[in-house]
């Protein structure tokens, strides 16, 4: 499920938990529009049964909250009842349903039609708006806020799995402003989130049982999002964004813990006990392009898995990710970026032993690192909706930097780092420009492998003759090489011609 699901489902519910504003009065009628404005402006439909007063309150019955629907699938979120009490102090005060049923319905990787039955469940949720009806602030808080997978239906048939994710000791803050559409901005805490997983199997031969557990404490995260008026997000995002809408947000979080156990007729049981430290989440979306990434401190596994010795650990020093895109055409390039950092992976000697018990090889913690970033042209909007059904090719890369690429393990060490210029001028694009490369340790790490079995000679041998042809020896088991890519199309390493 795409674009819709991100944006729509999410920002119905976001509003839900909506902070303090100007002082000034605002009505429950006043509100309660404010909240159909921006579903509508953001491409949704909002329905009720009945909507009137009743003293100081107003009482929206059957409240449905709904995508506009596409081949990609659709989304309701369903309100039985939504109550806004006029606090006489030109505040509204507005309480929601225990329980909210959402259901969502799309494709899954396979194409198959998945329709999905959640429901939102709420613990003395009390959202007070405060404002002006173009100028309204939310504040909210709750003991807890969860979201319950009731069922999953897959192409006529139910998928054996249940989901619940609850939220405790939640604030949220929300400041909605009606200037040339919509500006929100929120804030958003909760102490803990708690998850839990249960699947089976019923497949003869393979019958089966999967739960997992876990929390994660101390959340955070701050959002923002401007949609202009007449963006359809859900029928034309690439028109959307082209027109100034822009949405973006960053999230942390404090260590977590999960504990996850399996069990099957075929493969035996298992278990898994995680832990990781506190790490951040950002993401951003815009004609400028689309971002996210994250970062976390250290993580720690334990394993125990059929047909391997028990209590296997594994651990991670650290780890980022970082992506970004252009997604609107143009003449001019446009920057894009990946990052992916993997430091110090270690293994528990269990796991070593294995394939090395006289323990010849080091034992030194692994490590990978891939960071480039470059230009590119692209000649459609990538979330045009005819985009998706062209197959030809979107754009054309124009530069490219590898910053760094490192790779660390058993005593030897690759690293490098190169950029090169893009000729697209002929029927396939031609790099110009140079890669350098280190190795440090390699012909080491082969002659123990050799001596281990775990490499035949000849195999060994032709390695070697294939980095004599492109290195050139700068020290002690040091090798290093200059991979050029020439203006004719020619490519050499360290002045030899290859091509």
Known sequence: MKQWTAFGAGSALA?????????????????????????????????????????????????????????????????????????????????????????????????????????????????????????????????????????????????????????????????????????????????????KVAATSSEAGNEGNFDLTGTVQNLAGTSKAQVVEGADLNGNLAAALNAGTNMSGTFTYGGGTYSASFKSAKDGEGKVDYKDSAGKLHFAMSKDGLSYGGESGGAQMNLTVPNLPPNLEVSLGSSIFDFAMPVAKGAAPQPFKIVTKLVDLKVADAIWDMFDPTKQLPRDPATVVIDANGTATLDVDIFDPATAQSTKTPGKIDQVSLNEVRLSVAGAELTGSGQATIDNTGETPKPVGAVDLKLVGGNGLMDKLVAMGLVPEDQAMGVRMMLGAFTVPSGDDVLTSKIEFKEDGSISANGQRLQ
């Open 15 to 195: 509003l839900l938990l909506g902070s303090t504003a100007v002082q000034a009065d605002v009505t429950a009628e006043q509100v309660w529009q404010g909240w159909v404005d921006y579903y509508t402006a953001s491409g949704q439909v909002v329905t009720s049964d009945a909507s009137a007063m009743e003293g100081d309150t107003l009482v929206v019955t059957n409240a449905v909250i709904a995508s506009k629907r596409s081949e990609e699938g659709a989304f309701t979120v369903t309100l039985p009842e939504v109550r806004l009490r006029e606090t006489g102090d030109g505040r509204v005060e507005i309480t929601l349903p225990a329980e909210m049923p959402v259901k969502i319905s799309g494709k899954d990787p396979e194409g198959k039609t998945v329709e999905t039955d959640l429901m939102v469940k709420q613990s003395d949720l009390l959202i007070t708006a405060s404002g002006a009806p173009e100028d309204i602030t939310y504040d909210a808080k709750a003991a807890s806020v969860g979201l319950v997978l009731s069922s999953a239906v897959s192409e006529g048939k139910e998928l054996p799995a249940t989901v619940d994710l609850t939220m405790k000791d939640i604030t949220s803050q929300s400041h909605m402003v009606r200037t040339g559409g919509f500006g929100l901005d929120s804030t958003f805490s909760a102490a803990s989130a708690d998850l």
